[in-house]
């Protein structure tokens, strides 16, 4: 299928490895010009390489913190206005209800909350000139189902998500659309030092943390990134213009919420 976005513009944070990276390559194989961004630069550089090379599009690299305001600057600054903006940070990490402090709630607002709506706010009056714009927010199955040992996540995806239910709706008849995409498991290094946490919590193996996690989802095994990327690239696409804030889950059936 043409997803009709070839020549877009598009910016995708965190996104040298993982969830973020996957969006960046389905959005580059759907023919998006890129603004790639993590803080580490060595991985950064080689996987816009990659797609430089397998997609033929332009990739602009900006290696900074994304959650904080002068990075954001720098990748605003970079992307110069996009058409399509896809929003991703590190997760916050797990813990008990009882180990949080004041500031560790500040830390996971800042990067899982704060920081995308200050993207959003900072792309959306373009879009809405332009008459057309995309946005998708990786959060989390969280959203839907709150995971105990990831209080933090849960809070600030949770304020994110109230945040994009109104906004999605305010700026939808200016053809912008503003989606979240929640993913369950999916292996990527964050899964992998999710199930570290289960390993050294339970004294089990890798192996056997990953075969019971797996027992939990409905598909019997972890997602991809790839075809993350790819429901990815679908929401952005001309199709999904009648899309307009919705929680889209992505999870092999993990969270059952069919009514
Ligand atoms: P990942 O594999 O650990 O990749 C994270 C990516 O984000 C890396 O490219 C990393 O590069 C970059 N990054 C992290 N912090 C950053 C920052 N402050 N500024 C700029 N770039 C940053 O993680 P993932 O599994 O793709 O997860 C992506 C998001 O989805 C996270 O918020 C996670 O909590 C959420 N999620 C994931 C799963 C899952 O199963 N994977 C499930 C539910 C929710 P650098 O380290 O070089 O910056």
Same mark, same amino acid.
Request: charge should be neutral.
């Given at each position: 299928m043409d997803l009709g976005i070839t020549g877009k513009r598009a910016l995708v944070t965190a =996104? =040298?490895?993982g969830l973020g990276l996957g969006c960046a390559r389905a959005l580059a194989e759907a023919g998006c010009d890129l603004v790639m961004n993590a803080r580490g630069a060595e991985a950064l550089e080689a996987e816009a390489g990659r797609i430089r090379e397998a997609f033929g599009v332009t990739v602009t690299t900006v290696a900074c913190d994304v959650t904080t305001a002068e990075g954001q600057a720098q990748v605003l600054d970079a992307a110069e206005q996009p058409d399509i903006l896809v929003t991703n940070a590190g997760g916050p990490p797990p813990g008990q209800w =009882?180990?949080?402090e004041r500031e560790d709630f500040i830390a996971a607002l800042d990067a899982n909350m704060l920081t995308p709506i200050a993207l959003m706010k900072a792309c959306l009056p373009a879009m809405m000139e332009r008459g057309w714009g995309r946005v998708v927010n990786i959060t989390s199955q969280s959203v839907k189902s709150p995971i105990a040992v990831l209080g933090l996540s849960n809070s600030a995806r949770a304020g994110l998500t109230g945040y994009v239910a109104g906004t999605a709706r305010q700026v939808a008849g200016k053809g912008v659309t503003i989606n979240n995409l929640l993913p369950g498991i999916h292996d990527t290094d964050r899964a992998l030092s999710l199930d570290r946490g289960v390993v050294d919590a339970k004294g089990i193996t890798m192996e056997q943390a990953r075969a019971e996690r797996q027992q939990t989802i409905p598909a019997g095994r972890y997602g991809s990134p790839d075809e993350f990327g790819a429901t990815c690239a679908f929401l952005c =696409?001309?199709?999904?213009?009648?899309?307009?804030?919705q929680n889209v889950l992505l999870d092999g059936g993990a969270v059952n919420l069919s009514m």
């Open positions: =996104s =040298s490895k =009882s180990d949080w =696409s001309t199709h999904a213009g009648f899309i307009v804030g």
